[in-house]
């Protein structure tokens, strides 16, 4: 047992969270489940990004004050979440008065350790990315991200001295191999720091929308520089010294790859120019495409992907809460970038949970309740599905270890798999009762209690209705895994409920 502190990034509340914000929180939510499953002390952090031009330009827009507007939107994601059963600990939001403090001390002890400098900015600027660039950087001038025309800017600034952490970043990377992952992220990272690092502004005086500057209250802190500090706020930087040594050793970011610069660059170099280590892990995570364009607020707005209709209430309303859980942690490796859509959910639905996960329930609770008395019988020690349980739960164990969801749902549905072949195999329906029917039925049994534990990081709501369904109490997080999920456990004589089909089958649209 340890500790476990998973963040995902703040999510910028210019506009209504959408299905990618959804896919990297159910992602950090699954890995914090998995983590209290085994026992860590755990800590899961998200929340909302608050400051910044394009928030006071989207609260100007609709009319209200960006107090209000923020207020407003940030209220979206907490009932998005609440839609999609997020675990979360701390929802923090950037305007909070803790956050303005941590902010403001962290800052001012990098200008107290000489790393933070006046001088006038001059250069392109993407108020949609709230992002600097070079032209090099620039695609002729445009946004690599958003494709938009990027805007000349000249103001005065004060900057961060990035340059002066070249060399103990290229260090840090050297000591710590498994900082970055995937490794192909670690070295785009690594790929930056080393071609060359330019001091970066850090303050704005041509908005007023943002954290003060404690030792210059003509500018704010640009939105980027305050919203990373929001790990820290949490553990109560500034505030309580021995929480930030509790959970921040064991730091773990979940950020999608468009901001890999921010965290695995700009961020490690703060934090050590404020004398503090960086965090221990940044879990790079890909897009979610649909029809090959990345899901953007930007391309909805130029009439690309229209992200009302792939909202994350109105996909639990029309499928479930964690149908949509599994597919986004099932269909995609956690790092690559993967296709989003209807049809691919739809297809996920009826063969994985309906036709596999669903039908094996059904099969199992109809035999027992037909022809077991409605009790379930207890399992075989030396079944035959054992091995192939004992095997899931470890190929599992692994896989969320590694922070592979995706794996771990893969190793737990072979378990169902085999289950299923094991019931052909047998044909407990046309057996007569007695001892060999009862063994068949305690195995299947207890390999339907093993699949109810192993998947609840993933399909919590739904766990817990099997883990009912059989006749077990409680429900299979109450126990650490590597006291419950061991083969033999089952209570025999159980009273185990048929109910309704767990996953009605939905009709494709093709």
């Not at 670690?186 to 330019?198: P, T, V, W, Y």
């Not at 959970?247 to 890999?260: A, C, F, N």
């Not at 077990?472 to 025999?492: C, F, I, K, N």
Request: charged share 25%; glycine share 8%; net charge negative.
């Amino acid at each position: 047992m340890g500790r476990f502190y998973i963040t995902t990034p703040i999510y910028y509340v210019n506009d209504a969270p959408h299905v990618g914000h959804a896919y990297c929180t159910v992602n950090a939510d699954a890995l914090a489940r998995w983590h209290r499953l085994i026992g860590d002390e755990t800590k899961f952090l998200t929340g909302t990004d608050e400051h910044g031009q394009k928030v006071a330009d989207a609260a100007e827009q609709h009319g209200l004050s960006a107090q209000d507007w923020t207020n407003q939107t940030s209220a979206r994601f907490r009932e998005a979440w609440d839609a999609l059963d997020i675990s979360y600990d701390d929802f923090i939001r950037t305007t909070e008065p803790r956050h303005y403090e941590s902010v403001q001390k962290f800052l001012t002890a990098i200008y107290d350790n000489g790393y933070i400098y006046k001088d006038v900015y001059k250069g392109l600027y993407c108020v949609s990315c709230e992002d600097y660039f070079t032209l090099e950087s620039s695609d002729e001038g445009r946004c690599p991200i958003h494709g938009r025309a990027l805007t000349e800017m000249e103001e005065e600034n004060w900057f961060f001295r990035l340059s002066a952490f070249q060399d103990r970043l290229l260090e840090y990377y050297e000591r710590h191999p498994e900082f970055v992952t995937p490794e192909t992220k670690r070295n785009e990272a690594l790929s930056f720091i080393k071609g060359g690092l330019h001091d970066i502004s850090i303050t704005r005086t041509s908005i007023s929308w943002g954290v003060p500057v404690p030792w210059d209250d003509r500018h704010v802190f640009y939105v980027w520089y305050d919203a990373l500090i929001n790990y820290l706020t949490a553990i109560g930087y500034g505030r309580d010294d021995d929480e930030v040594d509790t959970w921040w050793p064991s730091s773990h970011h979940l950020i999608g790859k468009e901001i890999i610069r921010f965290h695995c660059v700009w961020w490690p170099a703060m934090c050590m120019a404020a004398g503090l280590e960086p965090p221990s892990h940044v879990q790079v995570h890909g897009w979610l495409l649909v029809g090959g364009q990345k899901l953007s607020k930007t391309m909805a707005a130029e009439g690309g992907v229209r992200l009302s209709d792939i909202a994350p209430v109105q996909l639990t309303n029309e499928f479930g809460i964690d149908p949509i859980r599994y597919y986004l942690l099932r269909e995609t490796i956690l790092g690559n970038d993967g296709d989003f859509s209807h049809e691919g959910i739809t297809l996920r639905y009826n063969s994985d949970l309906a036709n596999n996960l669903g039908n094996l329930v059904a099969r199992v609770t109809t035999v027992v309740g037909s022809k077991c008395g409605g009790r379930g019988p207890a399992p075989q020690m030396q079944s035959p599905l054992r091995t192939e349980a004992e095997m899931a739960i470890s190929e599992t164990k692994a896989a969320w270890g590694r922070f592979a969801p995706q794996g771990a749902l893969e190793a737990t549905w072979r378990l169902i798999g085999a289950t299923n072949a094991y019931l052909e195999e047998h044909a407990p329906w046309k057996m007569e009762p007695g001892p060999e029917l009862d063994a068949v039925m305690g195995d299947a049994l207890e390999a339907i209690r093993l699949v109810a534990i192993l998947c609840s990081p993933a399909m919590p709501g739904v766990a817990v209705e099997i883990w009912r369904r059989i006749g077990l109490s409680g429900s299979p997080t109450d126990r650490v895994v590597d006291e419950s999920a061991q083969w033999g456990q089952y209570s025999a004589g159980a009273p185990v409920e048929k109910g309704e089909p767990l996953f009605p089958r939905m009709k494709s649209d093709e």
